[in-house]
């Protein structure tokens, strides 16, 4: 069974920069045709795609957030990673890792992590 | 950007009774290559992520009961829980994944009247 799970600082200062991490187990983020991406939810709001990045190593990001992200991934960790800069109060939200391919979408997602921005 | 949008906001319904959710499309989800619609619904619970419920705008994801249902097509779309249970109480999502990028509609949130 395919898991997920986000790590990473729960407070984060305005300006710097967000470095989330979502480590995969039971199956490879090589494996076609699957992409690996983030959504993350302002709290009491809806879901935001934030960006993606396809087993080839492709990337896709929000054009809102595209200035600001950075998505990677290490397969031999099975891991990626989302770096999210200049962040502002507006960026408090919980973040979620997913799966997604081009037939079905978010199948699998992780139990999230929550960013706060605050001084 | 594709925008989606779901009605109503909220809804309350008796138990054992129908649910219906509706979500529009501001362009056609369906792809005529292979006359597939990129619509996918999701159940999010309190402190829970989003669970897939039906992708393709009408394919149940495995292991979800069949009383949830999907259905429409090109920009209309429509989720229906049959007879409604106590746990699917929930926050309910529609999403493009036609081009990105993916957008979610603003959500329904379901509860028991």
């Known amino acids: 069974q395919l898991q997920l799970q986000e790590s990473g600082p729960g407070l984060v200062k305005p300006s710097e920069t967000l470095s989330l991490t979502c480590s995969v187990s039971g199956g490879s983020i090589s494996s076609s045709p699957y992409y690996w991406g983030w959504i993350r939810q302002p709290p009491g709001k809806g879901l935001e795609w934030i960006g993606s990045?396809?087993?080839?190593?492709?990337?896709y990001y929000s054009p809102s957030l595209k200035s600001r992200v950075t998505v990677s991934a290490d397969s031999s960790k099975k891991q990626f990673s989302l770096k999210l800069s200049s962040m502002t109060a507006a960026d408090t939200a919980m973040y979620y890792c997913?799966?997604?391919?081009?037939?079905?979408?978010?199948?699998?997602w992780g139990q999230g992590a929550l960013v706060t921005v605050s001084a | 950007d594709i925008v989606m949008t779901q009605s109503p906001d909220s809804l309350a319904v008796s138990l054992g009774e129908r649910a219906t959710i509706n979500c529009k499309s501001s362009q056609s989800l369906l792809y005529s290559s292979n006359d597939k619609n990129y619509l996918a619904w999701f159940q999010q619970r309190p402190g829970q992520p989003p669970k897939l419920l039906i992708y393709?705008?009408?394919t149940r994801e495995p292991g979800v009961p069949d009383r949830f249902s999907g259905s429409g097509s090109g920009t209309d779309f429509t989720l229906t829980i049959s007879s409604l249970q106590a746990g699917d109480v929930a926050v309910y999502y529609c999403q493009q994944y036609y081009t990105t990028p993916y957008t979610f509609g603003q959500g329904t949130k379901l509860e028991i009247k």
């Open positions: 990045i396809h087993y080839s190593g492709s990337t």
């Open positions: 997913v799966r997604h391919g081009s037939i079905s979408w978010g199948d699998y």
């Open positions: 393709w705008a009408s």
